[in-house]
Every structure is written in structure tokens, then in C-alpha cells.
């Protein structure tokens, strides 16, 4: 990949990265009710999980889901769900010091397997695969967009929950809080909308490049 290919990735990466999500909103929220430190494994699940879609996608997962969108629209119930769940923990959760029921970061397996049903992190790979790879490359462009991921992506989502831990000290007075986590929980259900509700929602394209042709390069 060149790099005027090199630079338009990072600038995707960059922007979709650091762009409102479901990821960024549980991590700002989980920086301001615990800090950084509680939050690693969440964010070493994120760079996990997603580097794992990203590379089932491009073995084929996405022309898969194009064929059966009966698949696709179970992964959208299921991320629903879960997105569903985290808002109810995250609204009812306690605020006071030291209690059991605070709002806490998502472990390392439940923030990995989280990324197979989130929305935005489907709509982040297919679209990096379907643009910046070719089937004469095929492999070392996925590679490289997986280190970009890497390289770009994780210190980006990592500012939302250095950005939480900034506010811990003024939102641990009073009732600041809890209102800031209901805040949080009501953006994670307003992302529900445009899962079901956006024009373009269902079905997921396909990468554009196809496992069957990578096959066949090496053979």
C-alpha cells in the first residue's frame, strides 16, 4: 500500500475510532466511576475483538451473513440486547464509594465477544476491507489495516476513558454522577436507531475482496 492509500486509512481509523460509540460511551462512563487502571482488560477485550471480526470478516464471515440476512438481523436482536442490558446496569448502578453495585468496566471476554454484535465496530471493518484492500494484496492489506487498529484505535478510545477519569473528581460530589451515568445510558439507546430504524441498516455488505480469491494467489 502506498502512501496516498496509507494516509486515507489512518484518517478513517482515526475518525471512526474517536467518534461516539458504544465502546467510547462504556469506557468514558466506566473512567468516571472507577478510573483507568479497573478499565485495561475492557480495553485490551475492544483492541481483541476487534482485530478478531476484522479478520473473520475478510476469511469470509461478511459474504456469508450477505447470503443468510436472517444471520445478520439475530446479530442486530443480540447487540440490541446487550446494548439494552448495559444501559439498565449503567442507569441503576449506585454511585456511592466503595459499593458493590457501582457502574464497572465490562471484563476482558465480555468486552471482546461484545464487538461481534456491535454495530458500529461491523460497519468499521467491512468498510476499511471493501476499500482499502485488494485481491492482488489481499493479506498484507488486511494486516495492515489491522495494525492500524492497533496504532490508531486504541489510544483513541483509550482518551474517552482517560476523559471519564477527568471528570471523576467533579461528578463524585453529590448526585453529579448518577445523572451523568442515566445520561450515558440514554446516548447507548439512542444508538439503537440507526441498527433498525437508518435507511441503509440491514444487510451488511460483504468485503470486497472474497476469501476464494486470496486462496487461489498463493496456491
Same mark, same amino acid.
Given at each position: 500500500?502506498?502512501?496516498?492509500?496509507? #494516509?486515507?486509512?489512518?484518517?478513517?481509523?482515526?475518525?471512526?475510532?474517536?467518534?461516539?460509540?458504544?465502546?467510547? *460511551?462504556? $469506557?468514558?462512563?466506566?473512567?468516571?466511576?472507577?478510573?483507568?487502571? +479497573?478499565?485495561?482488560?475492557?480495553? $485490551?477485550?475492544?483492541?481483541?475483538?476487534?482485530? =478478531?471480526?476484522?479478520?473473520?470478516?475478510? #476469511?469470509?464471515?461478511?459474504? *456469508?451473513?450477505?447470503?443468510? +440476512?436472517? *444471520?445478520?438481523?439475530? #446479530?442486530?436482536?443480540?447487540?440490541?440486547?446487550? %446494548?439494552?442490558?448495559? =444501559?439498565?446496569?449503567?442507569?441503576?448502578?449506585?454511585?456511592?464509594?466503595?459499593?458493590?453495585?457501582? =457502574?464497572?468496566?465490562?471484563?476482558?471476554?465480555?468486552?471482546? #465477544?461484545?464487538?461481534?454484535?456491535?454495530?458500529? =465496530?461491523?460497519?468499521?471493518? $467491512?468498510?476499511?476491507?471493501?476499500?482499502?484492500?485488494?485481491?492482488?494484496?489481499?493479506?498484507?492489506?488486511?494486516?495492515?489495516?489491522? %495494525?492500524?487498529?492497533?496504532?490508531?484505535? *486504541?489510544?483513541?478510545?483509550?482518551?474517552?476513558? %482517560?476523559?471519564?477519569?477527568?471528570?471523576?473528581?467533579?461528578?463524585?460530589?453529590?448526585?453529579? %454522577?448518577?445523572?451523568?451515568?442515566?445520561?450515558?445510558?440514554? $446516548?447507548?439507546?439512542?444508538?439503537?436507531?440507526?441498527?433498525?430504524?437508518?435507511?441503509?441498516? +440491514?444487510?451488511?455488505?460483504?468485503?470486497?475482496?472474497?476469501? +476464494?480469491?486470496?486462496?487461489?494467489?498463493?496456491?
Amino acid at each position: 500500500m502506498t502512501l496516498e492509500h496509507l #494516509l486515507p486509512l489512518i484518517g478513517f481509523v482515526a475518525v471512526m475510532s474517536g467518534t461516539p460509540g458504544p465502546n467510547n *460511551l462504556m $469506557l468514558m462512563a466506566a473512567g468516571a466511576n472507577v478510573g483507568w487502571r +479497573p478499565c485495561l482488560p475492557h480495553l $485490551l477485550g475492544i483492541a481483541f475483538g476487534c482485530q =478478531a471480526l476484522l479478520w473473520s470478516l475478510a #476469511l469470509g464471515l461478511g459474504g *456469508l451473513l450477505a447470503h443468510y +440476512p436472517a *444471520l445478520n438481523w439475530g #446479530l442486530r436482536l443480540i447487540g440490541a440486547g446487550f %446494548l439494552l442490558t448495559l =444501559a439498565w446496569r449503567l442507569a441503576s448502578a449506585r454511585t456511592r464509594p466503595g459499593d458493590q453495585r457501582a =457502574a464497572r468496566p465490562l471484563t476482558f471476554s465480555q468486552a471482546a #465477544l461484545f464487538q461481534a454484535v456491535n454495530p458500529k =465496530a461491523w460497519m468499521m471493518m $467491512l468498510t476499511a476491507l471493501a476499500t482499502f484492500t485488494g485481491p492482488s494484496r489481499f493479506v498484507a492489506d488486511v494486516a495492515l489495516v489491522a %495494525l492500524c487498529y492497533l496504532l490508531v484505535g *486504541l489510544p483513541l478510545i483509550s482518551a474517552w476513558n %482517560l476523559g471519564g477519569v477527568v471528570l471523576k473528581a467533579r461528578l463524585h460530589q453529590g448526585h453529579r %454522577l448518577r445523572h451523568f451515568n442515566r445520561a450515558m445510558a440514554v $446516548l447507548l439507546l439512542a444508538l439503537l436507531y440507526p441498527v433498525f430504524f437508518s435507511a441503509d441498516a +440491514p444487510p451488511l455488505p460483504a468485503p470486497a475482496a472474497t476469501p +476464494p480469491q486470496w486462496w487461489l494467489s498463493v496456491m
